[in-house]
């Protein structure tokens, strides 16, 4: 099922922040993560504009050294002080919205 471009762009967002709270780690090892938590259509280009856009935003410091298996320099990810508050911006909205959607389908996942 494909999913909006509008609606990815902003649970991308949440997501990506959520992974790097956990703890450093860089694109690809991302773009891992999301697909083994079954998050939908993720492709190595989609999170690299959303990691730029954080990184712009502020949300997320970035250094780049040497990988660990002595392959191409990677660029490293850790969360900021104003990327975790808004991670817990996002989690807010989320849990807001999810309430209300389960609400609304009375958590019957097969809505038609």
Do not use: C
């Not at 938590?37 to 050294?65: A, C, M, W």
């Amino acid at each position: 099922m494909s999913i909006s471009n509008q609606i990815m762009k902003g649970l991308l967002d949440g997501a990506i922040l959520g992974l790097i709270a956990q703890g450093e780690t860089y694109g690809y090892e991302i773009v891992e993560k999301l697909k083994s938590h079954q998050f939908p259509e993720i492709s190595d280009g989609s999170i690299y504009p959303v990691l730029l856009r954080l990184n712009k935003k502020g949300y997320v410091h970035t250094s780049i050294r040497k990988s660990d298996n002595g392959g191409p320099k990677r660029k490293y990810y850790t969360i900021s002080e104003s990327g975790q508050h808004e991670l817990e911006q996002f989690k807010i909205k989320w849990q807001y919205l999810n309430t209300g959607m389960t609400n609304l389908f009375g958590g019957n996942t097969n809505v038609k």
